[in-house]
């Protein structure tokens, strides 16, 4: 059973940064997509940053050149390194993978909320 779990959400004030991490069990697809996704209240879940199957990342232009998506094969961990954070970056943030082949978005994490302060 694929499990993603989030953790390294919380509260930063304008400016900061955090770091958010995913750690992935009993995951076996190969050519897969792995990605951030967030939800601000009463708004719609978007794409935040994703990594294609050869580990070319692709941001929302809302995060470009401020965020930064990584994986540590050796710990199957994804990170989202987020800097500069803004308010309106405050939403839950879900990590996500696909199956093979980066067909659909099969696997969910719970979530780990973050809240940016001005």
């Not at 995060?63 to 094969?73: A, Y």
Request: charged residues 15%.
């Amino acid at each position: 059973q694929v499990q993603l779990v989030e953790s390294g959400g919380g509260s930063v004030q304008s400016g900061g940064s955090m770091r958010l991490s995913c750690a992935a069990s009993g995951y076996h697809h190969s050519n897969h997509c792995m990605g951030w996704f967030r939800q601000a209240p009463g708004k719609t879940r978007e794409a935040v940053a994703t990594l294609n199957n050869a580990r070319i990342p692709r941001y929302a232009d809302s995060v470009e050149g401020r965020f930064t998506i990584s994986q540590d094969n050796t710990k199957n961990t994804l990170y989202l390194q987020m800097n500069s954070l803004k308010p309106e970056d405050t939403a839950m943030y879900y990590c996500a993978a696909t199956g093979d082949y980066c067909r659909s978005w099969d696997y969910w994490g719970q979530g780990t909320e973050v809240t940016v302060s001005s």
